[in-house]
């Protein structure tokens, strides 16, 4: 099972970014996947979530600026993130369950089956 995160990299603040995450070894159309993310010295946090059903999720802090999407044709779930604000500095990583949750942020870390390596987002002010 691999998940393959990128499309990470330093843009100014307003700026934009598009992760993708391309799964392997697993049956992506079914389960839930989740992007997290890890500030310096902080704890991982949910961002967003599309379940197997493509309902969404959003972090109060990211609603309105990202969109979550996937294709399961391609294996792939993609983070369009615009706005982009130096707080948004992280690594995010893109994480595959098989739970449910209502609403998904509230997603604990334990219940992931499968994490990707991460990618660095870098916000310049």
């Known amino acids: 099972v691999q998940l393959q995160a990128s499309g990470g990299g330093l843009v100014q603040t307003g700026g934009s970014l598009r992760l993708s995450c391309a799964a392997s070894?697993?049956?992506?159309?079914?389960?839930?996947m989740v992007w997290f993310r890890q500030a310096p010295g902080k704890e991982r946090e949910f961002v967003a979530s599309?379940?197997?059903?493509?309902?969404?999720d959003y972090a109060d802090s990211v609603k309105g600026r990202f969109a979550i999407s996937r294709d399961n044709a391609k294996n792939t779930v993609y983070l369009q993130m615009n706005s982009l604000k130096p707080e948004d500095t992280a690594v995010f990583y893109c994480?595959?369950?098989?739970?449910?949750?209502?609403?998904?942020?509230?997603?604990?870390?334990?219940?992931?089956?499968?994490w990707g390596q991460g990618t660095l987002v870098t916000v310049s002010s």
């Open positions: 994480a595959a369950t098989f739970v449910t949750t209502e609403p998904m942020r509230n997603i604990q870390r334990h219940y992931v089956n499968y």
């Open positions: 070894g697993i049956l992506f159309s079914r389960y839930n």
């Open positions: 599309i379940t197997w059903s493509d309902s969404t």
